[in-house]
Structure formats: structure tokens, C-alpha cells
């Protein structure tokens, strides 16, 4: 008992993961081949102008090779991770460490502590073996601690210069999200423009599985955050159909696209996911999502049903198109009014307030809205003044509209609702078969870019749906993923991100059946995460790479 | 992907649940042992005169024969599942289906609908084989339903008789918690009385761990439940220590007793877990929960760790001594003065309204709780007019008066407090090897009582931590585990509820370590339940079972 690992993070300690056939032999012997150069998604004149030493690279595919290459002098590789935690994060640093310590003795990986401030003030570990043996394919990451510092300025990049010349770096490897690797790609521009010999190369990470496109077939994380949510979610879709008086509103993180939700609900088939970009798309009001719901939950009991189950996104109230116009107007009657507001008690006198310097629409979507919500709509600010909408809690906000409305309808059941939020239950989740797999290899392909001196790229892992044996690995250059966006009111060049298709093939599913799914009970209970069982179990991966990639139908 | 099943659910299918080596045989070959005379825990001439017809009948054990013995007509047995869900029912009745048609085909299994309110109604469904195998192995209690009508008037037994007439049932089982098997030890007398030759058997069920004793090793449940919740408390200490800036209060279910608390501790080691027998039996008050929780929070953020995880159980509140007596005194106090209280405006109006009714040091502490739980204990009142414990938010009751207390110490630091609870999520969880193959011998130890025509007595298995080969099964009489307790203003029999007890093995461990575990990261992730692994992997109990037997150190 006195064990610092339990049984099954000991038994999981000794999981090789597997390399595609590409990368088998160990670095030396990945041969690259070079496409053409290549354009930006978009903006290609803009891109190429902000980037003109990177821009146009070759996308790069490793082909496993008998003869080797010559090693040349060790390699110091410095890894950051970025941002929110994602299951395998330490499966790509291990990746990286096997790499470079195979491309020969000597290579050194240092670890930059508590994300890209690490990096930028150089605070750091050497990893040795030892440390990277207690990580592998376990989640979270607390080896070396993770942050949400953007590196943007030539000042910060300066001070990373100084530290990739005190290290004598050869690469830093940066895991994270669009914007972190969009960073990370300015990055390597700046270190090319002032020739400095550090490569910087990318990993694409989130469990919010926005990150995607046709060379990036998903970001690491997604798999088996999802994989949890949904172990979680079946287990209350038993409840409810065992216990059959309660409605479950489950919200699930995720910044803004919800290919959370959409996944869950493939895995679960729920009677009920709304999907932000559908609402958005069909500029949906507050109301008329709050009926949708309450029409489902009316037909259900009139069923005899008076029970089931919600996916919600987080991200939802951002993509109502009329809660988007009340907060930025608040934003404004805020800066302009807050003392007047303020002073003025409690709701509804707040409200009524507020009420005056904002449209008749917002107004009435104001008061619409329960108390609670409202006061935090005009209390809870951040430090620039501007509502927090993430502090909303979506998923009561709607159990109270919901509540409301039925009586409204003169509803005859009692509506029984109970809430829950998952989020950290999965970010730090050990990975799956697919993201141990996945991460280590994309760890690893890292680790080839950066023996080739290549930078200003991702590493890259396709055809995920093929079997192992057919995975390719490479890499991508980032600026080819690239567009114009205006951000905090300047034209900036980002990682295009991968919204929810509503063309694509896994809404298209879940479109087709979820009229079924919202009458019957048609739950399915996927259970926990499985490493040791039947391949079809433990080494399947998720519905939507599957129905993108046309692996399924 | 049209699939009914999930990937796994159509591995787990094949499982095929392991018995004793006793009922190996079939149930015509387990021979019965019978013991001595019993007595019930205390009371013992309080409880024989109440059950006259089946006190002191003795433990029976079953040994393997190789002799057969002779069937008699097929068996029809009635099964019911009552209150919470728990892991492993199903696999209770597969047992059960198993056992009675291995006696003799034409053996049929009803299952009555709902809970008890099916038997007593008459409701059912007959349960057949394809029916059977679609939820072997499975979680939930959607085969039949459960339901919580409680069967004690003699109305309702009446009925009960009824309705075993009409199906000509040889036995009724009852899976249940200890209130289900206490009024199913007094159907059986009721029916041993009136001369209604139908045996009842119970079986032992609940999540929450505290339906255990010298015969019932543990209930069925406990142990994949806990599993699945620390599963995700594991997750979130992984989140925790990786992110390096909240603190996650993490309330779980549990009606009473800590058991739920205390195993998860055992399996995740948090900085914090609060066990509500100890804070009963040191009289700890509110405040002084508090302090110990900022405590250590200050403690650690000296050391440069503003994070952590603690765990609470559900029924808290209920446990400290004060907040009992402010809740009976309000239960009073809002009987003889509700206008008034509730006609002084919101609080702090209305609690002002109601110190006039308390007793001082009840004032102090219901002054000293946030406003919402202020009004909550005011207004929110059960059907017979009493405070609804239950419906107190106790995790975000505890950050609120930390994060007070916080300030008055001068915190320096950012107390970023996150709250979960997890109840629902486990609750219907597929069973764990362990919980599959107990709950399945259960069920065919079930039959085997029925087959011998024994009633009053609770299928028991026993012998749990030394392998399944040599685990015990038989039965126990169910008036052996009761004791008089007032109840409701009346003395009733019931079956003893086993609280944590602070000389046991499991919290004795706990209060050696969770100093180290306050300060430290000594955290244990255990992972999602495994099926298919190593067996140390996929077939270990938990700690408070293996500590209790002595099974480990």
C-alpha cells in the first residue's frame, strides 16, 4: 500500500507505445521527402510578407529507410507545454526524449517549467531517463507544469534567444494549442531573421479538438477527454433510465467549438446536444433554444418519459447571436455608466438600470434571464471591464429557463433537473491506446524535423484511421495552415481554427438520428478507457476522425 | 455505428461472471451446512418477540457436493431492486436466472416493476433469456427499474401475498440497502405467519458501504462506485498539480456514512478528507471544519502550493453536532412562527426574524453561514415542513466560509476554489470484476436458499480478499444483524448501520498518512476500472475491504 503508483499506473508504466513503420528504425534511418512549397489556407501575400524566411516550405513525409544517416553532434532539445492540460502530454515529450537520445548518446532534453514563461525566463529541468520513466503514458502535465504566458513581443523573443544560446539549443519544441503554435511559428521566424541556428517546431494539442485540418487530422488530447466524458455521461444516461424521474443538463468543456458535445453524443446518443455553430447558424434566439429543449421534454412525458439526458457546450451563449450583442452592449453601458448602474440595489432595479442604455432587444433578453445571471452579467467583470462569460453557468442558466417555460406550457410533471460540469474530470485523464500512440509519435517525428534542422513546422501523424501500420509521419509547415484574423482590432496571421462542419460528416450523422435519440432511449454506454483488452476495445479511436476520414459510416 | 451496443459493451457481454467454488456445480450440488442457533446483535428479546416464526434460525454455509440432489417442480421466484442504484444488480439477477434454471427448466424469474410499489401492485414483467442476457455485466437497474416505496404496513404485505399467489412464487428476492432487507426480514415473518409458503431472501446493495458486519463482508457496489470516483478525483489531482492554481472541493454521495470518502482517500491520497464520524465523535463545530481546512490551505501556499483537493462527504452537515441543533430548532421555530420568519423580507431580514426563535449559539452559527444557505435552510422544507439537509450545497458552503475565514487571516494568496460532486456518475457504472462476479454469486446463492426453501435470510459471500476460490457462500439470517432503534417517535427493529469506525483498519490508516498527504503530492491516480488486464489490475477489491480482512498492510 505504501506504492507510489497504483496497480494500474504501474502495469501502464511498462506500455510501449507504438511508432509508425516510418519511424521503426529510429531517426536516423526516417528518410524525408520534400513536397512542393506551399501556400497559406488564405491572406497568402500578408502571410508571406510576415513571414519571409519560413513561408513556402515543403510539407515533409518520413519514409522509413535501411540506410542511416550520420548523426552529427548530440542534440538539446527544450519542450514547452502551453496552455490547457491534454491526456499525452508526456507521451510527446517521451516521443522527443527516445528520439533525440537515439539519434545518439549525449542529446540532452530540458524541460521549460510551468509553460512558455519557463522558456522565456529560463526556468528549467534537464529530464533524464529517470524522470521521464515515471511519465510515460500517464496524464497531465505535472512533469514539467504548464502556463498560458503568450510569447508575441521581440522582447520576450529576445529573452528566448538568450536562453536557447545559454542551452547551446538545437530545438525547442512548443505543445499547444492554435495560438501557441501560431507563437511558436512567429517564433521561428524571428530566430531565422536574426539568425539564430534554434529550430522551433510544433505539437498540435487540445482536448477541444479545434485544432484540425487536412494535414493535422486531430489534435492530441481530444481522444480521451472525450473517451472520459463519455464513460461519465453513459453511466448517468444508466441512471436516468434506471432511476427515470430526473433530466440531466451535462455541460462539457470546451472554449468555443463544440466537437466535444458532438463526439459525446456520437459515443452516447443522448436525447438531447445542442451544437453551438448550428445556433449560430441559425441565429437562434435564447427562447427558441430554451423550446427546443422544452419541446423534447414535453413529448418525452407525455411518453410516459419524464427523464433523460443534455450535452450542453460551454461555449454556448457566445454563438446566441442576441447574447452576443447584449454583452458587448453591457460592455459599453458598463464603461460608460457602471456608478449609476451599480448604485442602483439589487435586481431588478440594476437591471432597469442597465435596461436604459442598452437596445429594446438586449433589454428584454436581460430580464428574461434569472436573477442570478443577470447580476453576474453586470458584476462579474474582468480586469478590462468585459463580462465573463465563461463564469455563466450555461447549464443552470437553461435548467431555469426550461423550469420557466414548462410552466408557462402548464406542464403536468414534476421537472426533476440535475446539473453537472465535466472538464478536469478528463483534461488530465492517462491517454488512451490511440493518444499514447499518437502523442509518442508525433513526439518522435518532432524529434526528426529537429535532426534535419527543420523549423517553423508541426510535427505531423496522418492516416489515424488506417491501422498503425499505415500511419505517416512528418511534418507540416505551420505557416501553411495559416489566415488573416482580426484580433483585439489588428489584422493578425493565426492557425485557421477548426469549427464544428455543418457540412460534415459527424453533425451530418448526428443530424439524421437525433430526433430518434430525442425520443427513445437509445443510450449507448461506451464505459471506461480500456488498455488490455480486445484491439476493437482498447485501440479504437473516435467517431468523428472516424467519419471525417471515412473510416466508418 | 447502428450498433445497440458500445464496443466494450459487446466485449463485457462475454464475460462470464466466476462463482465459488461451492456453487461451481450448479445449485443442486451445493450442500447446506447449518450452524447453531443465531441471536441478533442486541435486543435480543425485543426482536425474537417480533419475529417469533424465523428468529434465531442459523448461518447455513454451502459446501460442493458431488451428489446430486433431486429438483422438485420448477421454481418461480419474484425479484425486486429497491432504492439507489448500485453496480452489479443486473448481474444479481443473472445469478439468480441462472441458479433457478440450472434446478430445473420451466424455472421461471419475474421482475417486479419499479421497486417495491411493483410487487405490491402486482406489476412485472417475466424475465427470459434473451431478455437476461442483454444486461449481464452491465450497470444501471434498467432491466426492471428500482423504486423507493418502503413495504411495512400490513396492507401492503397483503397485497404482497396476493400477488406471490397469483405468480404460485416459490420466493421473493429483495436487493436492497438495510432498510429493503430489514422490512424483507418482516415479510418473511409475515408471511411465515400467515402460513404463505413463499421464502423472502434479501441481498445486500448499496454504494454507500455501510449495510456491512461480521457476515456481510461488504455490500455490492461500494467497490465500483469508489473505483469510478477515483477514477476522476485521480484525474483532477493530475489537473490539479499540473495547472498549479485551484483547489477542488469534491463532494461525493452518500446518504450517512463516509465510507465513499474514506476509500477514495485510501485510492487517490488528497491533501484533505473530511470523514463525518470523526467530526460527530470530536464534536468539531463548523468553524473549527473550516479552520482545519484553511489550515492547511495556508500551510501549503507557505510552501508554494496554492492547490490542493479535498474531499467531502454528502452528509456532512448532518454530522456536526451544531448544525443538528440549528436544524431542529429551525424545524420548530418555522412550525410555530413561519409567517412571521417568512414575512420579514430576504435575509438578513428574515434570519434576524428566526434568531428570535433559537437558541443563541443556533443564531450565531446560522448568521455566520452564506445568505444562500441562510434562506436555503429557511425555505426549502420537505413535505413534512423539516429543513431539507440533503439539498445543501456543503462543497460550495465550505469554500465560501474559507475563502472568508482566508481573509481574515490576510490570505496573500488567490484562493481559486472549484466545486464537483459526484454521485450520479457511479452510481450505474458497469461493475468491476469484483462487483461482477460477487453480485453474481450473490444471485446464485439467492437461488440455492430458494431452492431449500429457506426464508428471512440474506444471500451472503464471504470470505472476499482470498481469491474467488475460496470465497464462502450461504446465508444469513437477517433478524441475527438487527437491533432496536428509535425511529420516526417509534422503536423499530432494523438492521445496524455500519458507520465508519475509528478503530477500524481503514481509518486507521488514513489518520497515520493524511498529514503527509496534506502537504505533499503524494497523490495516487488510479485510473479507469479495467476488465481485460493483469489480474492484480482487473480483479483487486478495494483498501477499506482488504484492510478490514486484513488482506494487506
Redesign the interface.
Known sequence: ?AE??????K??AEYKPKLPKSLRNGPLKALINSGKATESVRDQEKIKDLFPNTYGAPVLTFDASEEKQTAGGPLNVGVVLSGG?APGGHNVIAGIFDGIKAVIGGSKLYGFL?GPSGLEEGKYIEIDRALMDKYRN?????II??GRTKLESTAQFDKCIEVAKKLDLNAIVIIGGDDSNTNAAVLAEYFMAKKVSCSVIGCPKTIDGDLKNEYIETSFGFDTAVK?YS??I???E??A????KYW?FIKLMGRSASHIGLEAA??TRPNICLISEEIKEKKMTLEQVVFSIVDIIVARYGAGKNFGVALIPEGLVEFIPEFGTLISELNEALAHNEAEIKNAGKTPDMAEAACKHISEASAKLLKSLPEGIQLQLMLDRDPHGNVQVSLIETEKLLIEMVAKELKVRAFKGKFGA?S?FFG???????PSNFDADYCYSLGYAASVLVLHKKTGYMASVRNLTAGIENWTAGGVPTTMMMNIERRHGADKPVIQKALVDLNGKPFK?FAEHRNDWAKGE?Y???????????S???D?TN?TLMLERNA??
Chains 1, 2 share one sequence.
Open positions: 500500500m507510489n503508483l497504483s496497480v494500474l499506473g502495469a501502464r492540460q510551468g500517464t496524464g497531465g502535465f505535472d507544469q504548464s472520459t464513460e461519465l453513459g453511466n448517468i444508466r441512471d433510465n434506471s432511476a427515470r440531466h456520437l459515443q440535475l453537472h478536469y474530470e478528463g483534461r488530465c485523464a492517462a450523422y437509445e449507448l454506454y461506451p464505459g471506461p478507457i480500456q488498455y488490455f483488452g480486445p476493437e476495445v482498447c479504437i467517431y466508418i459510416k
